[in-house]
């Protein structure tokens, strides 16, 4: 095995990104003004530091596939 291989997580080094795919995915579906205020909300505490970058895309996926769940 090589050691010191570091496999990048592109979630990691962009959570934001991640965050807008889903936005827009809710968007295509029929969005409502409360899932994209849960999404800024969630962008806010990711950019305030008040959230990690994992548990921003874990919040913002439960809004997206729990749209898809209705």
């Known amino acids: 095995m090589k050691e010191g291989i570091e496999i990048a997580n592109p979630e ?6 991640v965050i807008e795919q889903l936005k ?5 579906m029929g969005r409502n003004d409360s899932e994209f205020s849960r999404f800024d909300e969630i962008t806010g505490l990711l950019q305030r530091g008040e959230c990690t970058p994992e548990e921003a895309i874990r919040m913002a996926r439960e ?7 209705h």
Not at 24 to 28: C, F, I, L, R, S
Not at 63 to 69: L, M, P, S, V
């Open 12 to 17: 990691q080094e962009n959570p934001q990104a």
């Open 24 to 28: 827009g995915e809710v968007a295509t």
């Open 63 to 69: 809004i997206r596939y729990g749209k898809q769940e």
